[in-house]
């Protein structure tokens, strides 16, 4: 159905106009599904009464809700940039995901404490054919909630859409049990229905916890994609000019609004309106292949001295005693009467368990331990990516 109708509602296929469409598509029929659900139930949960299948209509409906803060969400995602906000409000789709899963997780929470309720003061499960064939029927659509959504989110990378599929699939989980109690109730007589809801919450709360993670990573700031991160150094190492790169930090708005930028490490003996040309170049196929804004620093470094070539393959040697991880850049070496400036950046791994002045005081270490009079002028680096 979502394919027959995207292909009736989607024409425009650039990418940003694309991602809103779907979003909004997909939660429209997510609010009208959920409200479909809820009247069925609410009309089974009066006609046989059972406070089980009303109680789930009432999740239903609150699950329409959800599916309207996802709406809210895309909609507000694809609002151009303006004065007070230059990056675009990318970020809404991320906090109406993050709402999304805290909507989850408070879903499993209650139903964890009524569970447990039910557990030490059991009560009659309603077991008519009426309950269980609508509780079916619900089992069904929300599985295709879930399997749309998760589609959909994959295809957009939309954290608030696979929230919702995580969602929809907890409740098919859960009233997936619901009816096995049901019939265990029906053909055996023992009421399983608490133990079964305590089961039923510990996998929602699961799923709402991994949907939350999902969606607050981005906002607090999640290193980029390993292949990302080498298409970017895969384009800038295209041209002969660039001997190296370093400094690179992916700054995330939302889905679609990446901001990068670098530095480029280019020869120092050539001339400094060629390389600005190249650097421009550079910046702008990044926007056309990658659809981001780039910024690139360039630093010149010696490209022809067989000395410092030398010594800077020997330091970068050196400071992998102390990690192997490590790397540097920005190599040169300054010569005076007494000795010899070694001036170059150090990029230390997070995991290292040194602190930076530790780092600092080894490698220091190291150059003074070398043949010849070398001070180290060091700095040291933490990467982004």
Request: charged fraction near 25%.
């Given at each position: 159905m979502i394919t027959i109708l995207s292909n009736i509602f989607i024409k425009n296929k650039e990418e940003s106009v694309m991602r809103k469409s779907y979003g909004t598509l997909c939660s429209i029929v997510g609010i009208l599904l959920n409200i479909f659900l809820f009247a069925g139930k609410y009309f089974a949960g009066m006609v046989s009464g059972s406070v089980a299948i009303t109680a789930d209509a009432f999740n239903n409906l609150s699950d329409a809700g959800s599916s309207f803060i996802t709406l809210i969400g895309f909609l507000f995602a694809g609002k151009k940039p303006d004065p007070d906000h230059p990056f675009g409000h990318g970020r809404f789709e991320y906090v109406s995901g993050?709402?999304?899963?805290?909507a989850i997780l408070l879903m499993g929470l209650e139903l964890f404490k009524s569970s447990f309720l039910k557990i030490i003061y059991p009560e009659p499960v309603d077991t008519s054919i009426l309950a269980?064939?609508?509780?079916?029927?619900?089992?069904?659509?929300?599985f295709y909630m879930a399997f749309y959504n998760h589609r959909v989110g994959k295809k957009i990378d939309s954290a608030a859409m696979k929230a919702t599929a995580m969602d929809s699939l907890s409740d098919s989980v859960a009233t997936s049990v619901v009816l096995a109690a049901m019939l265990v109730m029906r053909f055996t007589?023992?009421?399983i229905d608490g133990i079964c809801g305590v089961l039923v919450a510990l996998?929602?709360?699961y799923a709402g916890f991994s949907?939350?993670?999902?969606?607050?990573d981005p906002l607090l700031g999640l290193a980029p994609d390993k292949e990302y991160v080498e298409k970017i150094k895969q384009i800038v190492m295209e041209h002969d000019m660039i001997q190296g790169i370093h400094d690179l930090v992916v700054h995330d708005y939302g889905p679609g609004r990446q901001m990068i930028s670098l530095h480029a490490e280019v020869p120092g003996d050539q001339n400094i309106y060629e390389i600005h040309d190249l650097i421009d170049r550079i910046e702008r196929e990044l926007n056309e292949k990658l659809f981001c804004e780039a910024v690139i620093h360039m630093d010149p470094i010696e490209t022809d001295n067989e000395e410092v070539a030398r010594m800077r393959d020997l330091i970068a040697k050196e400071v992998k005693r102390i990690d192997n991880r490590m790397t540097i850049h920005d190599?040169?070496?300054v010569t005076g009467n007494t000795h010899t400036n070694l001036i170059f950046?150090?990029?230390?791994?997070?995991?290292?368990?040194?602190?930076?002045?530790?780092?600092?005081?080894?490698?220091?270490?190291?150059?003074r331990n070398l043949e010849g009079d070398y001070f180290a002028v060091v700095h040291i680096d933490q990467g982004y990516v």
């Open positions: 993050f709402i999304v899963s805290m269980m064939g609508i509780l079916a029927v619900s089992i069904a659509v929300k007589g023992i009421n996998f929602i709360l949907a939350a993670k999902e969606t607050l190599f040169r070496m950046d150090a990029l230390v791994p997070y995991e290292l368990k040194m602190s930076g002045e530790e780092v600092k005081g080894k490698i220091e270490e190291i150059v």
